[in-house]
């Protein structure tokens, strides 16, 4: 009886590796007549997204924008996706591409106040002053209340000393401490002391609790 059993394992075994054994391409689909044949796996827009974005999360920026690109040719109106590529390649020092993305982006986003106030300053990167001051003031218009168009432009005026016009423009969605701290910024970068002084004495006078300007004003005394 032991012998019997162990006979019945075998066969079991036996019967059990036949059962398993791989159906052949042509088995499973008879319309494909060997492996090359399959079709390629298909890659969505998502896919080339998380590509970039673990480029970006690398410091790869010009290897992102290679995926991103291949997105937006699939989804060419995705607003986000035009400014992820647009800051790609702003990172990765391609300034002519860098604008031409924002020109995108700002179709794609329907002309948003973000768009303008971005394609504003990437034409002051590319050392068109008259180009992004026409950018600014249109998105201005179209956007009285667009916060960053407002800033940047303003930020352009002070960096051509025109700080009355520049307390106009950021006024428009800054309160007077942050206008003045923001004054006080810029000719802090233009090496401009005494008048970063000035600036951050006038935010702390509209707010005395607004403690970056205290930091600030201690940093350049």
Known sequence: MRRFGMILLAGTLIVGCEASSPRTMREDRPDIETIQDAPEPVINADTYIAAG??????????RATEQYEKALALRPKDSGLAKKIAVAYAKS??????????????????YSADAYGSLGYAYELAGDPTMAEATYQEGCKKHPTGALVHINYGLMLVRRNKV???VVEMSAVLQPHEVNYNVASVYEQMGRRDLAQFYYRRALECKPTFSPAKQKLASVE
């Open 53 to 62: 974005d673990l480029c970006v999360s690398r410091g790869q920026y010009a």
């Open 164 to 166: 009355d016009q520049a």
């Open 93 to 110: 020092g391609q300034a002519s591409k860098a604008l031409e993305a924002w020109q995108k982006y700002l179709v794609t986003s329907d």
